[in-house]
């Protein structure tokens, strides 16, 4: 069984440049999650989603940041006119419909913006 | 303060040594508790996953939780230099569909 895939591993975008991030969550697992990974700091929360549904968006800066989950597809998280604060590891997790509330993580998109 | 606390370390052992990695919070509405191992610039891979307080137990891990003292462990016995990795507690308010909250990190060395 495959397990959370993300892709690109390493992206470099110049800034105001898009960042396109893609992640397939393991199969059978219909809850996606995303995280950011600052240099030095811990992991945080940007958002949850399920199927053609963002249920909680409470992490996501309110600007250039947004993310879909469509019902083909990978989940999309999308960084508009990226500036050099945004240089950062990206994490997807996935999770299981129903009671398991383990998230199971991807190896992450490191996003580099010169 | 951060809701969740953890020393960042590095906490350098020999090998064979039993370690002891804590996190302390501060949200008394945190019910689930995980512990996750990243190895350098590698996903989180998920080690252990409880719900309240006791213990579980799987292979050479432990994971502990005080709900009361708002303190987890995660006791690793035997360890070996493969071990080497940060470890990362996160814990959530609800099972499926919670975002998870996560302590810094502690770095761990376990040295041949």
């Known amino acids: 069984n495959a397990g959370v895939m993300q892709n690109p591993r390493h992206l470099v975008r110049r800034r105001g440049q898009e960042a396109r991030l893609r992640c397939s969550p393991m199969?059978?697992?219909?809850?996606v999650y995303w995280y950011r990974q600052l240099p030095e700091e811990g992991l945080k929360f940007m958002v949850y989603?399920?199927?053609?549904?963002?249920?909680?968006e409470s992490g996501m800066p309110k600007e250039r940041f947004s993310a879909e989950f469509p019902k083909e597809g990978p989940s999309i998280l999308r960084i508009q006119q990226v500036v050099r604060g945004d240089s950062a590891a990206y994490f997807c997790?996935?999770?299981?419909?129903?009671?398991?509330?383990?998230?199971?993580f991807g190896p992450g998109t490191r996003l580099t913006v010169t | 303060q951060k809701e969740v606390e953890q020393d960042p370390g590095p906490l350098s052992v020999p090998e064979g040594a039993i370690v002891s990695l804590n996190c302390t919070y501060s949200?008394?509405?945190?019910?689930?508790f995980m512990w996750y191992r990243q190895y350098s610039r590698k996903g989180p891979e998920l080690l252990m996953y409880t719900y309240s307080s006791g213990n579980k137990e799987d292979g050479r891990f432990t994971a502990q939780v005080d709900k009361s003292s708002k303190y987890i462990s995660l006791f690793i016995r035997d360890s070996q230099p493969s071990d080497s990795a940060t470890y990362l507690c996160a814990m959530s308010v609800g099972n499926a569909g919670n975002m998870l909250t996560f302590g810094g990190g502690t770095r761990l060395m376990v040295k041949p």
């Open positions: 997790a996935s999770s299981p419909l129903g009671q398991g509330g383990e998230q199971y």
């Open positions: 199969k059978g697992h219909s809850h």
């Open positions: 949200n008394s509405a945190f019910q689930y």
């Open positions: 989603l399920q199927k053609e549904n963002i249920i909680d």
